[in-house]
């Protein structure tokens, strides 16, 4: 009996703590239900009431240190993102903000000064600029991203400006920004330095064809003694005209094309005749010389330049070439011919390889000399690549060789 009792008492016992613990339980929840709807109401901006007794109290006091502290963290992030935006705004370059359909999410006072006054925040990019060239690279910078590629870089012509733009990429927001340097002075210093260039070989030629006719007289003359001296300015001569002619053929590639010819070319009609140019040197130097060129190798291009290409890249191939062989190969790929052309010569170290396409660029100038190069024949390759929307490649290493390779794409007569 007297055990009942206990285990009675203890059990009554055991059920008054459970009520008096869950009540105040309850009533910490319900507190607690009050300020997280305070705080939806109010932001952290809001003041918490305080609630009386024990743990809801503490609570309260807790949620309120909380928000101070969101609170201060908020202000100074928002004033970190105001004087952001303020710098970005002075930045002198134009610059825009789009999002991933295109829309404008920001621009700076320079974009406003340069696009005009409607431009607002909301409107998709082809309501600002009107121009196809910037919709084109909007395209392209979208193809690169699919390729994970991040970063564009072109130059672009906009309200007949030239601009240098840099678009990039940010991955976690979805949002790409562009940048618009001006380089209109630059691209005006260019043109003017190609027209004087133009001028100059263009008035260069008359003196030297005269020169080059007497030079010929004079050596078919029998009383000339030094005829050594007669065969060195010959040489120079005819040095020169090549010079000129090389920078006429260049300067008119960079003037924009207009004077190209476009027809349909089939390219070995091209290489046959311009291997057999190189013959005799070849033979000379006791070389090999590897030919094959495939069937169905018709481009859309302009005859004259593409035999430009061949002699200037094969005339390099075999110029850099002690032994070994020389190889060309002509060939359909896809929707690409592919033009390599191929040596066993003495090769381009690494550090010239990205130069050599410039005007004027030679590696050795020893060796160039010796060769009588002047380091226009890649620039005009390259513009010629230019020109029949190719793309052109070079692997080389020191003492092994050279290897240039160009796509041109093949453009079906429907499309044209
Ligand atoms: N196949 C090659 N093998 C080794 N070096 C080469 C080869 N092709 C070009 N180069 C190097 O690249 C430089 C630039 O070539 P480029 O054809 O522009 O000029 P060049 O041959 O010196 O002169 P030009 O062609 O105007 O007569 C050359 O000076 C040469 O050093
Ligand atoms: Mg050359």
Not at 25 to 43: F, H
Not at 117 to 143: K, L, M
Not at 188 to 193: H, N, Q
Request: overall charge neutral; hydrophobic content about 40%.
């Amino acid at each position: 009996m007297f055990f009942i009792g206990c285990v009675l008492f203890s059990l009554a016992g055991f059920f008054l703590a459970f009520f008096l613990f869950a009540k105040k339980a309850s009533k910490t929840l319900l507190a607690l239900d009050r300020l997280s709807r305070k705080i939806a109401e109010d932001g952290v901006g809001g003041i918490l009431p305080i609630v009386e007794g024990g743990e809801a109290s503490k609570i309260s006091v807790e949620f309120q240190h909380m928000l101070d502290k969101i609170r201060s963290d908020f202000v100074s992030l928002s004033e970190k993102i105001k004087e952001y935006e303020m710098i970005v705004s002075k930045i002198l370059d134009p610059l825009f903000v789009l999002d991933d359909e295109g829309r404008i999410v920001f621009f700076n006072d320079s974009f406003r000064s340069l696009i005009g006054n409607n431009i607002r925040v909301g409107q998709y990019y082809w309501e600002a600029i009107r121009e196809p060239t910037f919709a084109e690279f909007f395209n392209e910078h979208t193809s690169r991203i699919k390729e994970n590629k991040t970063e564009i870089r072109k130059e672009l012509k906009l309200k007949s400006k030239y601009f240098d733009v840099t678009g990039s990429f940010v991955r976690v927001t979805g949002e790409r920004f562009y940048i618009f340097r001006d380089v209109t002075p630059l691209v005006e210093v260019e043109r003017m330095k190609r027209d004087f260039i133009s001028n100059l070989s263009h008035e260069l030629r008359t003196p030297l064809s005269a020169m080059k006719g007497f030079i010929e007289t004079l050596e078919s003359d029998d009383s000339i003694k030094e005829r050594s001296y007669v065969e060195i300015i010959k040489r120079n001569t005819e040095r020169l005209i090549r010079m000129v002619n090389d920078l006429l053929t260049l300067s008119r590639l960079e003037e924009g094309y207009s004077l190209a010819e476009f027809e349909e070319v089939d390219l070995r009609d091209v290489v046959e005749p311009v291997l057999k140019l190189f013959e005799r040197k070849i033979q000379e130097k006791g070389l090999d010389l590897i030919v094959d060129i495939g069937e169905d190798v018709k481009i859309r291009g302009d005859r004259f330049q593409l035999e430009q290409l061949f002699i200037n890249l094969i005339d390099n191939a075999v110029k850099y070439t002690e032994k070994g062989y020389v190889k060309v190969q002509v060939k359909r790929e896809n929707d690409s011919v592919l033009i390599n052309v191929e040596d066993s010569g003495i090769g381009i170290p690494e550090k010239h390889q990205s130069r050599i396409f410039e005007r004027f660029y030679v590696v050795d100038k020893s060796r160039s000399k010796r060769h009588d190069g002047t380091g226009l024949g890649l620039s005009i390759v390259k513009h010629i690549v230019m020109l029949h929307n190719g793309t052109i490649k070079l692997r080389s290493s020191p003492g092994e060789g050279s290897e240039f390779s160009i796509y041109i794409p093949v453009i079906t007569s429907t499309k044209n």
